[in-house]
């Protein structure tokens, strides 16, 4: 049911370390790309060496497995799906067949924004916030704690936010409001569009 098979790596950002300030800073993009994301992609192959991963994609482990090798695929995953959803230039509004399906959901994209913010406020922890859609295109906001994400409920996720300290401390420190609503200066939606076209197109 995975629309993607992806390498356990590291995927590079799509844009320079300063290209996404004031909105998230270099040291951020730093820290979060090449230390922590890199730290989980190491951890994760270390732990499927000599086991029946070791061949397996992130995602049949992230389907498969629990505990630490569950935790750091899992955010190998996470991660380079956040990074590749920012750009400098950012459409700043969803569009098409996904407006559609938000003002369904949610009423209209502000109150789509409104409630993914509240929810990433009331994530209590480390955590993810997802907007994600079902085999049929319903869109839905999913909270997950730590590591977790949709995948694991059959769903299909479409816009991830990292609500790990990690995430917004450096720029912010505490305000983890201020690092949730600088993101949304930087989402594509032209991005979050083609993901939800290729699930369509995927599951009809
Ligand atoms: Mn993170």
Known sequence: MTTTFSKIEAKPLPYSYQALEPYLSEQTLIYHHDKHLVAYV?????????????????????????????????????HNFYFEQFSPQAQQKPEGELLQAIDTAFGSYKKLRERMTAEALSLFGSGWVWLASDAHGKLKIVSKPNAGNPLTDGLYPLLAIDVWEHAYYIDHRNARVEGVNALWNIIDWKIIGQRYEDILSQTK
């Open 42 to 78: 190491n951890k994760t192959l270390e732990l499927i060496q000599g086991t029946s991963f070791a061949d397996a994609t992130l995602e049949q482990i992230i389907l498969s497995a629990d505990g630490a090798l569950f935790n750091n695929a899992a955010q190998v995953w996470n």
